[in-house]
């Protein structure tokens, strides 16, 4: 039972454009959510999070956009460069329970190409 | 500062067989979580210690154990090796139980290989 669901396995963008990730969750309970991106042989990496009782968070190039009703987070990365290609995943927990582990996705591949 | 090291990175045993990966965190931090990784099913909760105390689990079955050790290192074994505990296993350490950042430090993973 896939709690948190990145449906696009890949995604291509030209260097420069915008990259948007998108990422759906089940569960009510979540009131954290994490974006993570990882390089091959390597563990993933933190990246930016967003609280439930915000809809927007932004980090330099990175923007995290929540939307509650619709259960739905988006990552927008701008401009797009090609160190950005990796794997990224989103990540949910429900930290307000007391409940300490994330919950994933399966991740998306980015692809900036030149 | 060192990050999360993980041993070993690669290993490979047969059904059956029993394996033990090795975790040791970033200095200071004492909360320790572990993760499965496989392509169909992306990063699965394994279980999460904290102070040598198990805190939270997930949905293995009991095949899959761990500990903690009063220097923070942990471990987590696999008992009774089936073909689909071939994943990469990877874990994090972070500075505190709350999750209220939510920033989880992870290691480079253990790739098993059961044949």
């Known amino acids: 039972d896939q709690q948190v669901k990145q449906n696009s396995p890949s995604l291509s963008v030209q260097e420069g454009r915008i990259s948007i990730l998108n990422c759906d969750y089940t569960n009510s309970m979540f009131d954290y959510f994490l974006w993570y991106k990882k390089y091959p042989a390597e563990g993933p990496t933190f990246l930016i999070s967003i609280s439930s009782i915000k809809d927007k968070n932004e980090d330099g190039r990175f923007t995290v956009f929540l939307n509650k009703s619709a259960k739905h987070l988006s990552l927008h990365i701008v401009p797009s460069q090609p160190g950005d290609s990796a794997v990224y995943f989103c990540a949910a927990s429900a930290a307000g329970t007391g409940a300490n582990n994330l919950f994933f996705g399966t991740g998306t591949r980015l692809t900036v190409i030149p | 500062k060192a990050g999360v090291t993980q041993t070993p990175r690669y290993l490979i045993k047969t059904r059956g067989q029993q394996v033990t990966l090795s975790c040791s965190p970033i200095?200071?931090?004492?909360?320790v979580s572990w993760y499965q990784q496989t392509p169909g099913q992306g990063l699965q909760f394994l279980f999460e210690y904290f102070s040598e105390t198990q805190r939270n689990k997930g949905n293995f079955p009991g095949r899959f154990s761990g500990r903690q050790f009063s220097n923070s290192r942990s471990e987590m074994n696999v008992s009774t090796l089936e073909l689909g505990d071939s994943a990469l296993y990877l874990c994090?350490?972070?500075?505190?139980?709350?999750?209220?950042?939510?920033?989880?430090?992870f290691g480079e993973g253990s790739r098993l290989t059961v044949l």
């Open positions: 994090a350490s972070s500075l505190r139980v709350s999750q209220d950042t939510g920033e989880l430090f």
């Open positions: 200095s200071g931090h004492r909360s």
